[in-house]
Protein backbone atom coordinates (compact mmCIF):
# COMPACT_ATOMS: atom_id res chain seq x y z
CA UNK A 1 0.00 0.00 0.00
CA UNK A 2 1.36 3.32 -0.94
CA UNK A 3 0.47 6.53 1.18
CA UNK A 4 1.02 10.01 0.10
CA UNK A 5 4.05 12.28 1.58
CA UNK A 6 1.56 14.64 3.32
CA UNK A 7 -0.72 11.31 5.06
CA UNK A 8 2.48 9.93 5.70
CA UNK A 9 3.84 13.02 8.19
CA UNK A 10 -0.15 12.99 9.43
CA UNK A 11 0.14 9.65 11.21
CA UNK A 12 4.35 10.25 12.33
CA UNK A 13 3.14 13.35 14.07
CA UNK A 14 -0.30 11.57 15.62
CA UNK A 15 1.80 8.87 17.00
CA UNK A 16 4.39 11.17 18.33
CA UNK A 17 1.89 13.18 20.23
CA UNK A 18 0.45 9.70 21.55
CA UNK A 19 3.46 8.56 23.11
CA UNK A 20 3.79 12.04 24.62
CA UNK A 21 0.25 12.06 26.05
CA UNK A 22 1.22 8.20 27.25
CA UNK A 23 4.44 9.70 29.18
CA UNK A 24 2.06 12.47 30.71
CA UNK A 25 -0.63 10.39 31.52
CA UNK A 26 1.53 7.36 32.87
CA UNK A 27 3.94 8.77 34.41
CA UNK A 28 4.89 5.71 36.03
CA UNK A 29 5.24 3.55 32.70
CA UNK A 30 7.28 6.85 31.26
CA UNK A 31 9.72 6.64 34.16
CA UNK A 32 10.01 2.90 33.29
CA UNK A 33 8.38 1.20 36.59
CA UNK A 34 5.50 -0.27 34.39
CA UNK A 35 4.45 -2.83 37.82
CA UNK A 36 2.40 0.58 39.23
CA UNK A 37 0.01 0.49 36.11
CA UNK A 38 -0.30 -3.48 36.08
CA UNK A 39 -0.41 -3.89 39.33
CA UNK A 40 -4.07 -2.43 40.05
CA UNK A 41 -2.87 1.21 41.70
CA UNK A 42 -5.08 3.14 38.59
CA UNK A 43 -7.88 1.00 39.89
CA UNK A 44 -8.19 -2.33 41.29
CA UNK A 45 -11.52 -4.39 41.37
CA UNK A 46 -13.61 -2.56 43.64
CA UNK A 47 -12.56 0.98 42.21
CA UNK A 48 -10.52 2.02 45.15
CA UNK A 49 -6.87 3.44 44.15
CA UNK A 50 -4.35 2.35 46.55
CA UNK A 51 -1.45 5.54 45.85
CA UNK A 52 1.22 5.66 43.81
CA UNK A 53 3.99 5.36 46.96
CA UNK A 54 4.60 1.64 47.19
CA UNK A 55 5.88 2.44 50.60
CA UNK A 56 5.95 6.01 52.81
CA UNK A 57 8.55 8.15 53.02
CA UNK A 58 8.62 9.18 56.47
CA UNK A 59 6.95 7.70 59.56
CA UNK A 60 3.34 9.08 58.93
CA UNK A 61 1.61 11.07 61.70
CA UNK A 62 -1.45 11.82 60.27
CA UNK A 63 -3.91 9.50 58.40
CA UNK A 64 -6.24 12.49 57.40
CA UNK A 65 -6.87 15.92 56.79
CA UNK A 66 -9.38 18.53 58.01
CA UNK A 67 -9.42 22.18 56.38
CA UNK A 68 -11.31 24.99 57.67
CA UNK A 69 -10.48 27.65 55.14
CA UNK A 70 -11.95 30.66 55.99
CA UNK A 71 -12.08 32.73 52.43
CA UNK A 72 -11.69 36.78 52.29
CA UNK A 73 -8.59 36.41 54.89
CA UNK A 74 -8.95 36.77 58.24
CA UNK A 75 -7.41 39.82 59.91
CA UNK A 76 -4.21 38.61 62.02
CA UNK A 77 -4.23 41.95 63.98
CA UNK A 78 -7.82 41.53 65.03
CA UNK A 79 -7.94 38.18 65.97
CA UNK A 80 -4.78 36.36 66.95
CA UNK A 81 -1.67 38.46 66.63
CA UNK A 82 -1.64 40.55 69.28
CA UNK A 83 0.28 44.15 68.82
CA UNK A 84 -0.11 47.04 71.74
CA UNK A 85 1.36 49.49 69.36
CA UNK A 86 -1.25 49.43 66.94
CA UNK A 87 -3.31 51.05 69.66
CA UNK A 88 -0.75 53.18 70.98
CA UNK A 89 0.01 54.69 67.82
CA UNK A 90 -3.98 54.25 66.31
CA UNK A 91 -4.54 56.75 63.46
CA UNK A 92 -0.99 57.71 63.23
CA UNK A 93 1.25 57.48 59.96
CA UNK A 94 2.72 53.52 59.59
CA UNK A 95 6.71 53.81 59.65
CA UNK A 96 7.65 54.17 56.39
CA UNK A 97 10.53 51.76 56.68
CA UNK A 98 8.15 49.05 57.35
CA UNK A 99 5.76 50.22 53.68
CA UNK A 100 8.07 51.66 51.39
CA UNK A 101 8.42 49.74 48.48
CA UNK A 102 5.91 47.28 49.75
CA UNK A 103 3.23 45.85 47.92
CA UNK A 104 0.05 46.88 48.61
CA UNK A 105 -3.47 46.15 46.82
CA UNK A 106 -6.00 48.38 47.38
CA UNK A 107 -4.13 50.88 49.39
CA UNK A 108 -1.54 51.50 46.94
CA UNK A 109 -0.68 54.85 46.98
CA UNK A 110 -2.49 56.38 49.80
CA UNK A 111 -2.00 57.48 53.46
CA UNK A 112 -0.90 54.34 55.41
CA UNK A 113 -2.44 55.25 58.79
CA UNK A 114 -2.37 52.77 62.09
CA UNK A 115 -5.46 50.81 63.10
CA UNK A 116 -6.21 48.85 66.29
CA UNK A 117 -8.38 46.19 67.09
CA UNK A 118 -11.47 47.06 67.99
CA UNK A 119 -12.14 44.05 70.12
CA UNK A 120 -9.91 43.25 73.33
CA UNK A 121 -7.83 40.54 73.15
CA UNK A 122 -6.92 37.70 76.26
CA UNK A 123 -4.48 35.37 77.16
CA UNK A 124 -6.67 31.72 77.03
CA UNK A 125 -5.25 28.12 78.71
CA UNK A 126 -2.20 27.21 80.75
CA UNK A 127 -0.17 28.26 77.15
CA UNK A 128 -1.09 31.93 77.59
CA UNK A 129 -1.91 31.87 74.20
CA UNK A 130 -2.84 35.78 73.16
CA UNK A 131 -6.25 35.46 70.95
CA UNK A 132 -9.47 38.39 70.31
CA UNK A 133 -12.22 37.55 72.62
CA UNK A 134 -14.48 36.94 69.62
CA UNK A 135 -13.54 33.47 69.04
CA UNK A 136 -13.83 32.45 72.88
CA UNK A 137 -14.54 28.68 72.20
CA UNK A 138 -11.31 27.90 69.88
CA UNK A 139 -9.50 30.32 73.03
CA UNK A 140 -11.05 28.59 75.82
CA UNK A 141 -11.02 25.07 74.55
CA UNK A 142 -8.00 24.69 72.28
CA UNK A 143 -5.30 26.95 73.31
CA UNK A 144 -3.44 24.38 75.14
CA UNK A 145 -4.18 21.83 72.22
CA UNK A 146 -3.11 24.14 68.77
CA UNK A 147 0.22 25.67 67.41
CA UNK A 148 -0.50 29.45 66.77
CA UNK A 149 1.29 30.31 63.19
CA UNK A 150 1.72 34.01 63.49
CA UNK A 151 4.63 34.24 60.67
CA UNK A 152 2.71 32.59 57.49
CA UNK A 153 3.63 34.49 54.09
CA UNK A 154 2.12 34.22 50.71
CA UNK A 155 3.49 35.30 47.12
CA UNK A 156 -0.15 36.51 45.64
CA UNK A 157 -2.42 39.64 47.04
CA UNK A 158 -5.24 39.47 44.92
CA UNK A 159 -8.13 36.30 46.14
CA UNK A 160 -8.72 34.74 42.96
CA UNK A 161 -4.31 33.95 42.54
CA UNK A 162 -4.27 33.45 46.33
CA UNK A 163 -6.50 30.65 46.48
CA UNK A 164 -4.76 28.87 43.75
CA UNK A 165 -1.21 29.67 45.64
CA UNK A 166 -2.43 28.10 48.84
CA UNK A 167 -4.33 25.25 47.29
CA UNK A 168 -2.25 24.39 44.62
CA UNK A 169 1.33 26.37 44.96
CA UNK A 170 1.30 28.17 42.05
CA UNK A 171 -1.06 31.69 41.41
CA UNK A 172 -2.18 30.34 37.80
CA UNK A 173 -5.22 27.93 37.84
CA UNK A 174 -4.15 24.81 36.08
CA UNK A 175 -2.00 22.80 38.40
CA UNK A 176 -3.36 19.59 41.32
CA UNK A 177 -4.59 21.40 44.55
CA UNK A 178 -3.02 19.78 47.77
CA UNK A 179 -6.10 17.18 48.02
CA UNK A 180 -5.65 16.12 44.57
CA UNK A 181 -1.72 15.34 45.41
CA UNK A 182 -2.42 13.22 48.37
CA UNK A 183 -5.28 11.18 46.81
CA UNK A 184 -2.79 10.64 44.07
CA UNK A 185 0.05 9.77 46.55
CA UNK A 186 -1.88 7.58 49.22
CA UNK A 187 -5.38 6.63 47.50
CA UNK A 188 -8.63 5.62 49.02
CA UNK A 189 -9.33 4.89 53.05
CA UNK A 190 -12.84 3.99 52.06
CA UNK A 191 -14.85 2.47 49.06
CA UNK A 192 -18.37 3.98 49.47
CA UNK A 193 -16.99 7.32 50.10
CA UNK A 194 -14.84 9.72 47.92
CA UNK A 195 -11.35 10.49 49.51
CA UNK A 196 -11.83 13.82 48.47
CA UNK A 197 -14.20 15.80 49.58
CA UNK A 198 -15.04 20.14 49.52
CA UNK A 199 -17.64 21.63 51.49
CA UNK A 200 -18.79 25.28 50.79
CA UNK A 201 -20.74 26.88 54.03
CA UNK A 202 -24.02 29.33 53.67
CA UNK A 203 -23.06 32.30 54.94
CA UNK A 204 -24.76 34.99 56.07
CA UNK A 205 -26.41 37.64 53.56
CA UNK A 206 -24.16 39.95 51.55
CA UNK A 207 -21.82 38.99 48.66
CA UNK A 208 -18.68 36.83 49.72
CA UNK A 209 -16.32 36.68 47.19
CA UNK A 210 -16.90 34.05 45.06
CA UNK A 211 -14.93 30.52 44.84
CA UNK A 212 -13.63 28.70 41.90
CA UNK A 213 -13.60 24.90 41.64
CA UNK A 214 -10.56 25.12 40.46
CA UNK A 215 -9.00 25.86 44.08
CA UNK A 216 -10.12 21.70 44.43
CA UNK A 217 -9.30 20.92 40.58
CA UNK A 218 -6.69 17.70 39.76
CA UNK A 219 -4.78 19.65 37.12
CA UNK A 220 -2.57 18.39 34.68
CA UNK A 221 -3.53 14.86 37.19
CA UNK A 222 -6.08 12.41 35.89
CA UNK A 223 -9.32 13.75 36.74
CA UNK A 224 -10.44 10.96 39.03
CA UNK A 225 -7.80 12.78 41.86
CA UNK A 226 -10.33 16.48 42.17
CA UNK A 227 -12.37 17.23 45.27
CA UNK A 228 -15.90 16.09 45.01
CA UNK A 229 -17.83 19.31 46.38
CA UNK A 230 -20.72 18.69 48.59
CA UNK A 231 -23.70 20.81 48.60
CA UNK A 232 -25.09 22.18 51.86
CA UNK A 233 -27.73 20.33 53.24
CA UNK A 234 -29.86 17.64 53.79
CA UNK A 235 -28.49 16.29 50.03
CA UNK A 236 -25.14 16.83 49.62
CA UNK A 237 -24.60 15.31 46.54
CA UNK A 238 -27.63 16.06 43.62
CA UNK A 239 -28.78 13.38 41.11
CA UNK A 240 -27.77 10.50 43.27
CA UNK A 241 -30.89 9.38 44.49
CA UNK A 242 -31.77 5.90 42.00
CA UNK A 243 -33.66 6.51 39.32
CA UNK A 244 -36.19 3.54 39.77
CA UNK A 245 -34.57 0.93 39.00
CA UNK A 246 -33.91 -2.17 41.03
CA UNK A 247 -30.66 -1.90 42.73
CA UNK A 248 -29.39 -5.39 41.31
CA UNK A 249 -30.38 -4.39 37.72
CA UNK A 250 -28.61 -1.48 38.12
CA UNK A 251 -25.43 -2.80 39.16
CA UNK A 252 -25.10 -5.26 36.41
CA UNK A 253 -25.84 -2.16 33.85
CA UNK A 254 -22.79 -0.11 35.83
CA UNK A 255 -20.63 -3.11 35.66
CA UNK A 256 -21.28 -3.79 31.94
CA UNK A 257 -20.80 0.00 31.25
CA UNK A 258 -17.09 -0.29 33.33
CA UNK A 259 -16.27 -3.46 31.00
CA UNK A 260 -17.03 -1.46 28.25
CA UNK A 261 -15.03 1.44 29.58
CA UNK A 262 -12.45 -0.90 30.41
CA UNK A 263 -12.21 -2.23 26.84
CA UNK A 264 -11.82 1.36 25.39
CA UNK A 265 -9.29 2.52 27.57
CA UNK A 266 -7.37 -0.27 26.71
CA UNK A 267 -7.38 0.79 23.11
CA UNK A 268 -7.25 4.23 23.48
CA UNK A 269 -5.34 4.72 26.27
CA UNK A 270 -7.13 7.06 28.52
CA UNK A 271 -7.47 7.12 31.84
CA UNK A 272 -10.66 8.73 31.77
CA UNK A 273 -12.52 6.35 30.42
CA UNK A 274 -11.57 4.70 33.52
CA UNK A 275 -12.74 7.53 35.49
CA UNK A 276 -16.26 7.31 34.37
CA UNK A 277 -16.77 4.37 35.13
CA UNK A 278 -15.23 4.83 38.85
CA UNK A 279 -17.69 8.10 38.87
CA UNK A 280 -20.91 5.48 38.31
CA UNK A 281 -19.24 2.85 40.32
CA UNK A 282 -18.76 5.62 43.54
CA UNK A 283 -22.20 6.82 43.20
CA UNK A 284 -24.24 4.01 43.25
CA UNK A 285 -22.03 3.31 46.43
CA UNK A 286 -22.94 6.40 47.38
CA UNK A 287 -26.92 6.22 46.90
CA UNK A 288 -26.41 3.81 50.24
CA UNK A 289 -23.50 5.07 52.32
CA UNK A 290 -24.37 8.88 52.35
CA UNK A 291 -28.00 9.04 53.24
CA UNK A 292 -27.39 7.89 56.38
CA UNK A 293 -24.15 9.78 56.77
CA UNK A 294 -25.96 13.49 55.47
CA UNK A 295 -28.59 12.73 58.14
CA UNK A 296 -27.13 14.76 60.90
CA UNK A 297 -30.36 14.12 62.87
CA UNK A 298 -29.58 11.11 63.89
CA UNK A 299 -26.38 12.39 66.26
CA UNK A 300 -27.67 12.85 69.76
CA UNK A 301 -28.77 16.17 71.05
CA UNK A 302 -25.63 16.66 73.28
CA UNK A 303 -23.78 16.82 69.86
CA UNK A 304 -25.72 19.30 67.73
CA UNK A 305 -25.38 21.17 70.72
CA UNK A 306 -21.72 21.40 70.65
CA UNK A 307 -21.43 22.32 67.09
CA UNK A 308 -24.39 24.47 67.47
CA UNK A 309 -26.04 23.15 64.97
CA UNK A 310 -29.76 24.94 65.32
CA UNK A 311 -28.45 28.10 66.53
CA UNK A 312 -28.87 31.03 64.31
CA UNK A 313 -26.59 30.24 60.53
CA UNK A 314 -25.48 26.53 61.09
CA UNK A 315 -24.28 26.03 57.83
CA UNK A 316 -20.43 25.23 58.91
CA UNK A 317 -21.19 23.81 62.12
CA UNK A 318 -23.43 21.52 59.85
CA UNK A 319 -20.25 20.84 57.40
CA UNK A 320 -18.12 20.54 60.18
CA UNK A 321 -20.14 17.52 62.25
CA UNK A 322 -20.51 16.32 58.38
CA UNK A 323 -16.54 16.12 58.11
CA UNK A 324 -15.99 14.16 61.36
CA UNK A 325 -18.27 11.34 60.40
CA UNK A 326 -16.84 11.52 56.84
CA UNK A 327 -13.14 10.95 58.62
CA UNK A 328 -15.00 8.08 60.67
CA UNK A 329 -16.03 6.57 57.02
CA UNK A 330 -12.81 7.06 55.66
CA UNK A 331 -12.39 9.85 53.53
CA UNK A 332 -8.69 11.40 53.73
CA UNK A 333 -8.62 14.44 52.86
CA UNK A 334 -12.27 17.37 53.16
CA UNK A 335 -11.59 20.96 52.88
CA UNK A 336 -14.48 23.33 54.64
CA UNK A 337 -14.56 26.75 53.39
CA UNK A 338 -16.21 29.76 54.54
CA UNK A 339 -15.91 32.87 52.92
CA UNK A 340 -17.28 36.88 54.63
CA UNK A 341 -13.44 37.70 55.51
CA UNK A 342 -12.47 40.13 53.24
CA UNK A 343 -13.37 43.12 55.03
CA UNK A 344 -12.54 46.58 53.48
CA UNK A 345 -14.96 48.52 54.89
CA UNK A 346 -17.04 48.07 58.34
CA UNK A 347 -14.63 45.68 60.08
CA UNK A 348 -16.36 46.41 63.59
CA UNK A 349 -19.64 45.36 62.46
CA UNK A 350 -18.80 42.57 60.30
CA UNK A 351 -15.94 40.70 62.01
CA UNK A 352 -18.08 39.83 65.25
CA UNK A 353 -20.49 37.86 63.00
CA UNK A 354 -18.20 35.84 60.83
CA UNK A 355 -16.33 34.93 63.93
CA UNK A 356 -19.67 33.48 65.63
CA UNK A 357 -20.78 31.27 62.87
CA UNK A 358 -17.28 29.64 63.14
CA UNK A 359 -16.07 29.99 66.69
CA UNK A 360 -18.22 27.15 68.39
CA UNK A 361 -18.21 24.72 65.13
CA UNK A 362 -14.04 25.02 65.01
CA UNK A 363 -13.58 24.38 68.80
CA UNK A 364 -16.24 21.16 68.76
CA UNK A 365 -15.59 19.77 65.35
CA UNK A 366 -11.12 19.37 67.39
CA UNK A 367 -12.86 18.39 70.79
CA UNK A 368 -15.12 15.82 69.17
CA UNK A 369 -12.11 14.18 67.56
CA UNK A 370 -10.50 14.00 69.91
CA UNK A 371 -13.24 12.42 72.62
CA UNK A 372 -13.23 9.39 69.69
CA UNK A 373 -9.63 8.96 69.45
CA UNK A 374 -9.51 10.47 66.00
CA UNK A 375 -7.45 13.99 66.39
CA UNK A 376 -3.85 11.89 67.37
CA UNK A 377 -4.35 10.70 63.26
CA UNK A 378 -6.01 13.89 61.96
CA UNK A 379 -4.33 16.84 61.20
CA UNK A 380 -7.19 20.70 61.45
CA UNK A 381 -5.66 23.08 59.68
CA UNK A 382 -7.54 26.80 60.08
CA UNK A 383 -6.74 30.08 57.94
CA UNK A 384 -7.19 31.94 55.14
CA UNK A 385 -5.23 33.08 51.67
CA UNK A 386 -3.97 36.01 53.45
CA UNK A 387 -3.77 38.24 56.68
CA UNK A 388 -5.44 41.94 56.35
CA UNK A 389 -2.94 45.00 57.15
CA UNK A 390 -2.33 46.77 60.07
CA UNK A 391 -3.23 50.24 58.30
CA UNK A 392 -6.76 51.18 58.04
CA UNK A 393 -8.43 51.61 54.44
CA UNK A 394 -11.48 53.90 55.68
CA UNK A 395 -13.13 51.57 58.25
CA UNK A 396 -11.91 48.38 56.94
CA UNK A 397 -8.59 46.63 56.32
CA UNK A 398 -6.56 46.03 52.94
CA UNK A 399 -5.09 42.35 51.72
CA UNK A 400 -1.78 42.00 53.35
CA UNK A 401 0.94 39.17 52.53
CA UNK A 402 3.76 39.74 54.30
CA UNK A 403 2.69 38.15 57.68
CA UNK A 404 -0.73 36.02 58.64
CA UNK A 405 -1.90 33.81 61.31
CA UNK A 406 -2.88 30.70 60.60
CA UNK A 407 -3.11 27.88 63.36
CA UNK A 408 -2.86 23.66 63.06
CA UNK A 409 -4.29 20.86 65.56
CA UNK A 410 -3.87 17.19 65.78
CA UNK A 411 -1.85 14.57 64.56
CA UNK A 412 1.60 15.34 65.64
CA UNK A 413 1.09 19.08 65.56
CA UNK A 414 2.91 20.72 69.18
CA UNK A 415 0.30 21.85 71.49
CA UNK A 416 0.22 25.05 73.26
CA UNK A 417 2.78 27.18 71.47
CA UNK A 418 3.40 29.91 68.93
CA UNK A 419 5.44 29.44 65.88
CA UNK A 420 6.82 32.57 64.59
CA UNK A 421 7.09 36.59 65.31
CA UNK A 422 5.75 39.40 63.29
CA UNK A 423 7.13 43.24 64.26
CA UNK A 424 5.23 45.60 66.70
CA UNK A 425 2.80 46.83 63.89
CA UNK A 426 2.06 43.03 62.57
CA UNK A 427 3.09 44.47 59.14
CA UNK A 428 6.28 42.09 58.40
CA UNK A 429 8.12 38.61 59.76
CA UNK A 430 10.75 39.01 62.55
CA UNK A 431 11.08 35.97 63.32
CA UNK A 432 10.70 31.93 62.04
CA UNK A 433 9.12 32.72 58.46
CA UNK A 434 6.52 30.09 57.36
CA UNK A 435 5.73 30.04 53.62
CA UNK A 436 3.15 28.73 52.02
CA UNK A 437 5.38 25.88 50.20
CA UNK A 438 6.72 25.35 53.82
CA UNK A 439 3.27 24.69 55.20
CA UNK A 440 2.72 22.17 52.33
CA UNK A 441 6.06 20.31 52.42
CA UNK A 442 4.63 20.07 56.37
CA UNK A 443 1.45 18.87 55.91
CA UNK A 444 2.72 16.44 53.15
CA UNK A 445 5.45 15.16 56.01
CA UNK A 446 3.35 14.47 58.36
CA UNK A 447 1.10 12.38 56.24
CA UNK A 448 4.27 10.29 55.40
CA UNK A 449 5.20 12.22 52.39
CA UNK A 450 8.47 13.44 51.36
CA UNK A 451 7.37 16.92 49.24
CA UNK A 452 10.54 16.40 47.39
CA UNK A 453 9.84 12.93 45.91
CA UNK A 454 6.29 13.21 44.97
CA UNK A 455 6.01 14.33 41.68
CA UNK A 456 4.28 13.68 38.18
CA UNK A 457 5.57 14.39 34.61
CA UNK A 458 3.60 16.62 32.66
CA UNK A 459 4.45 18.46 29.48
CA UNK A 460 8.08 17.34 29.25
CA UNK A 461 9.07 18.32 33.31
CA UNK A 462 7.88 16.47 36.89
CA UNK A 463 6.04 18.78 38.57
CA UNK A 464 5.34 19.07 42.14
CA UNK A 465 3.00 20.41 44.98
CA UNK A 466 6.08 22.75 46.32
CA UNK A 467 7.67 23.37 43.09
CA UNK A 468 11.09 23.46 43.41
CA UNK A 469 10.89 25.07 47.14
CA UNK A 470 9.86 24.37 50.93
CA UNK A 471 11.01 23.14 53.75
CA UNK A 472 9.59 21.10 56.61
CA UNK A 473 8.51 23.25 59.39
CA UNK A 474 10.47 20.57 62.18
CA UNK A 475 9.91 22.89 64.88
CA UNK A 476 6.37 23.03 64.84
CA UNK A 477 6.28 19.28 65.00
CA UNK A 478 5.95 16.95 68.33
Not at 186 to 203: F, I, Q, T
Amino acid sequence: MTISRRHFLKLSAASAATGLGMANVFPALAAGDASKIGNGQLGNNNGKWTGILNQYHTTPRAKRVIWLYMAGGPSHVDLFDYKPDLIKYHETDMPESLTKGQQLAQLQGKALKVRAPTFEFKRYGQSGLHMSTLLPHIGENLADKMCLINSMKTDQINHATAHNFMNTGHGVAGRPSVGSWVDYALGADANDLPPYVVMVSKELAGSPQPLAANQWHSGFLPSRFQGIEFQSGAVPVHYLQNPGTARPHQGRLIDYIKRMNKMAGDRLQDPEQITRSLQYEMAFKMQQSLPQLANLETEPDYIKDMYGIGQGNDSFARNCLLARKMVEGGSRFIQLYHRGWDHHGNIDGQLPNVCKTVDQASAALVLDLEQRGLLEDTLVIWGGEFGHTPMSQGTGRDHHINCFSMWMAGAGIKPGMVYGKSDDFGYGIVENQMHVHDLHATLLHLLGINHEQLTYRSQGRDFRLTDVHGHVVNKILA
